[in-house]
């Protein structure tokens, strides 16, 4: 793990934090797999598939997960069936800050102290700013920005919150990488351990390796990063 010296911190004006939700602060593999045994037992097995098979497809087709659209598919498709609806309230309504991975918010408040915190996610406008809401993450948060795919919305994001040096910590190493190539020595990537993107091997095969390597998003307390702006 790269360590860097924290007191470069308050050497560098504009710092600004852009932190990911999903596998980042929030263990969104949980979250899945809570979401799939509640319509396997409310639903059954046969309404279960059916709805995985609209929600895979929906995710090849947009790049991020679309609940509630999935839902509306399914619902559809099923004949406008009653007896699905309850599973858009079962969404809304899911204890998501009980997913939050040990130590996010301290690590969000951490940062808070040393710089503008902006969480960072890619989603739909609905489903995606309600659950950072509900997770306790926006309230954490100086701001939060959601795009379909913010790597490609670099300038866009540099538009809203102009920094001299961005440190983006996110379970992606694809999304790592275009920023690295994007802002160059202007960004710090940090990468957390955390959830099926980080450790399959074969997603994280091409990519160069993080600047920072932490084995979660609480083990960015105290992290000191020297050389900031230069890793």
């Known amino acids: 793990m790269t360590q860097l010296r924290e007191d470069v911190f308050v050497s560098v004006p ?31 097995e046969e309404a279960a598939a059916a709805y995985w098979e609209i929600q895979e497809r929906r995710f090849v087709d947009l790049g991020y997960r679309d609940y509630l659209g999935a839902v509306q598919e399914w619902w559809t498709s099923a004949h406008e069936d ?24 301290e690590a969000l408040a951490w940062l808070r102290a ?13 489903f995606q ?6 997770a306790g993450v926006s309230a954490a948060a100086d701001a939060v920005l959601v795009y379909g795919h913010k790597e490609e919305e670099l300038d866009d994001i540099e538009r809203r ?27 710090t990537t940090v990468l957390p351990l955390q959830g099926q ?10 990519h160069p390796a993080a600047d920072v390597t932490v084995p979660g998003i609480a083990d ?8 900031l702006g230069r890793a």
């Open 161 to 187: 919150y102009p920094a001299r040096h961005y440190v983006l910590v996110d379970d992606k190493l694809r999304i790592l990488t275009a920023a690295k190539e994007h802002w160059g020595e202007r960004v």
């Open 197 to 206: 993107f980080a450790n399959d091997r074969e997603i994280t095969a091409g």
């Open 220 to 227: 960015v307390v105290g992290l000191q990063l020297e050389a």
């Open 129 to 134: 700013p309600w659950k950072a809401s509900r």
């Open 14 to 44: 504009n710092l600004v934090f852009l932190v990911d939700v999903d596998d980042t602060l929030l263990d969104n593999d949980r979250v899945r797999d809570d979401f799939q045994e509640h319509l396997r037992v409310a639903h059954g």
């Open 82 to 105: 009653p007896a699905l609806l309850p599973f858009s309230h079962y969404l809304l309504e899911y204890p998501y800050a009980e997913r939050l991975y040990p130590g996010a918010l």
């Open 114 to 126: 040393r710089g503008q915190v902006v969480v960072l996610t890619d989603g739909d406008a609905v």
